[in-house]
T-cell receptor, first 115, second 112 residues
Framework: GAVVSQHPSWVICKSGTSVKIECRSL??????MFWYRQFPKQSLMLMAT?????????EQGVEKDKFLINHASLTLSTLTVTSAHPEDSSFYIC???????????FGPGTRLTVT | KQEVTQIPAALSVPEGENLVLNCSFT??????LQWFRQDPGKGLTSLLL?????REQTSGRLNASLDKSSGRSTLYIAASQPGDSATYLC???????????FGPGTSLSVIP
């Protein structure tokens, strides 16, 4: 099956700093990538959808200026959490799909802790 | 707005039992439905994907069914093992272009 990787797998940063998370499709071209956030003991909530070469579409309630998403190539999307605060601490998961696939392939997730 | 519920929220069974997890969509217009497993602190593992034209999918001890008319899916786990302990999430979308909506999950504990 298709493989999606995320880097880093975990990161700790200080409040007020920015952190970038990478999502890569390793063996297929990802025309669409999705970013999810999961708080402890809760399900995944979609944050935004990005198509390669286009601006991301954000879900209601997600601050686009705080969560910057770039999908500049068919194998890489990045999520930058700007001016992070402790309440941004969460598990961030990306997924990717190609134009000819029914399925979304999920990355292993990145655990962000903001101190 | 499509919403997904999963019943039960938590389940504890002795090893060897067969069990059924349930998933319901408020809108029965389903393009496809996926079952995932998530271990604590880990990402998602895709278990089974059912297209709207299919009624069920099987993989080893797992069988997932989809009833489009009612917007319901079940995940059947046969002969449960302690290694099956995890949270099981169902997720689906209405069209090929739609976003995937996740259920809240069922936390399964299989007691040795």
């Amino acid at each position: 099956g298709a493989v999606v990787s995320q880097h880093p797998s975990w990161v700790i940063c200080k409040s007020g700093t920015s952190v970038k998370i990478e999502c890569r499709s390793l063996d297929f071209q990802a025309t669409t990538m999705f970013w999810y956030r999961q708080f402890p003991k809760q399900s995944l909530m979609l944050m935004a959808t990005s198509n390669e070469g286009s601006k991301a579409t954000y879900e209601q309630g997600v601050e686009k200026d705080k969560f910057l998403i770039n999908h500049a190539s068919l194998t890489l999307s990045t999520l930058t959490v700007t001016s992070a605060h402790p309440e941004d601490s969460s598990f961030y998961i990306c997924s990717a799909s190609s134009w000819d696939s029914y399925e979304q392939y999920f990355g292993p997730g990145t655990r962000l802790t903001v101190t | 707005k499509q919403e997904v519920t999963q019943i039960p929220a938590a389940l504890s069974v002795p090893e060897g039992e067969n069990l059924v997890l349930n998933c319901s969509f408020t809108d029965s217009a389903i393009y496809n439905l996926q079952w995932f497993r998530q271990d604590p602190g880990k990402g998602l593992t895709s278990l089974l994907l059912i297209q709207s034209s299919q009624r069920e999918q099987t993989s080893g001890r797992l069988n997932a069914s989809l009833d489009k008319s009612s917007g319901r899916s079940t995940l059947y786990i046969a002969a449960s093992q302690p290694g099956d302990s995890a949270t099981y999430l169902c997720a689906g979308k209405k069209t090929s272009y739609d976003k995937v909506i996740f259920g809240p999950g069922t936390s399964l504990s299989v007691i040795p």
